[in-house]
């Protein structure tokens, strides 16, 4: 048999192998556990699910699709942002492709987050990059890092906007989380460049060239702070607003302010390693909603389901599908039009 027939027969069972590994079992457990969730609410705040349904069914539909779109604004503004970030970070500025491509691997990381445990949707997005692009997954995980750092001040500065306005011990708490999460990031960025020299003399060479790749790419990442942290703080403020248009659509009471904080309550709930942080988000947010609103418990686990079938339903059927049309388009032999495609 020739050589390239073995080939595309080698790549075809690859595509296949990745295809179930990805969209079987995880996929199945994630849905069994956004479905299951519905009865942990029930079980733990003693929600009356018909009356909690009653509330989805009467929620405002046109403000629930704004919300819907406004919340997909997120991974241009991101893309927007990480496209930045990879061009701080590259020698080649111009092999960086469109806006278009990082948003779709964007989308792509957060699907991977929401069916697989420990958040391996970021790397999984720095190994599509290394195969799609033939870039470097070391210093790609870099500018993810830096991504990472630059998201975690914006939480702990919107996070400081709401506070004062709440007035309750538990978001001083969740505050003081935020805040431990970007000392231990500066620690680790502060030690990166400060035992640079060290660690590279103390490697093997080629432990030592991944590292001062992924050095490249986390520090090479802080050029442009200014536009880059306005194209993240627009990311922030889509979230902030589906939040907004959801607790609008369900005709709820509830100050902007509180709306800022269980928004991004809900995104530091998602660090739990659970895919997509379930259980821990929906009884997070809930327990805040209840807690520092006048809302009843029926009224918080609506809000919650309504708000998780926008950030963690829709992510997965349209991450599904979008990872399906990327392996029937590569399949077909057609691929993206190359580096610089939008």
């Keep these: 048999m020739p050589q390239d027939a073995c080939s595309q027969d080698e790549l075809e069972f690859a595509r296949l192998s990745i295809l179930r590994r990805v969209l079987s079992l995880p996929v199945i457990v994630s849905m069994m556990l956004a479905v299951l969730f519905l009865v942990f609410m029930a079980t733990r705040f003693d929600v009356d699910l018909g009356t909690m349904w009653d509330e989805v069914m009467g929620a405002n539909l046109w403000y629930l699709v704004l919300a819907f779109l406004v919340h997909y604004t997120t991974f241009l503004f991101r893309g927007i942002r990480w496209r930045m970030l990879l061009q701080n970070a590259d020698v080649d500025k111009e092999s960086v492709p469109g806006v278009f491509y990082c948003s779709q691997l964007l989308l792509l990381g957060w699907f991977a987050n929401s069916i697989g445990w420990l958040r391996l949707g970021d790397a999984y997005r720095a190994y599509l990059y290394r195969d799609e692009q033939d870039g470097s997954f070391s210093r790609t995980m870099g500018t993810i890092l830096a991504e990472r750092s630059l998201d975690t001040v914006l939480v702990v500065l ?10 309750d011990s538990v978001t001083w708490v969740l505050f003081g989380l935020a805040v431990l999460l970007v000392a231990g990031l500066t620690i680790i960025l502060v030690a990166m460049t400060w035992a640079k020299g060290l660690l590279l003399r103390n490697m093997p060479s080629w432990m030592a060239l991944r590292y001062e790749r992924f050095h490249q790419g986390t520090m090479g990442s802080f050029q442009r702070l200014p536009i880059v942290t306005v194209w993240g703080l627009l990311g922030w403020l889509a979230e902030i ?31 739990v390693p659970t895919p997509g942080g379930v259980g821990a988000v929906e009884s997070g947010v809930a327990s805040l909603a209840v807690r520092l609103s006048s809302i009843s418990a029926n009224a918080a686990a609506a809000l919650v389901l309504i708000d998780r079938s926008i950030t963690y339903i829709s992510v997965i059927i349209l991450g599904a599908v979008l990872f399906l049309a990327r392996q029937a388009i590569s399949s077909f032999g057609i691929g993206n039009s190359g580096p610089n495609s939008e």
Excluded: E, H, Q, W
């Design 158 to 167: 919107l996070l400081l906007s709401a506070i004062p306005f709440l007035l």
């Design 241 to 271: 607003l589906r939040m907004f248009l959801v607790v609008k659509a369900l005709g709820y009471d509830i100050s902007f302010s509180l709306v800022v904080f269980l928004t991004l309550a809900n995104s530091l709930l998602t660090l």
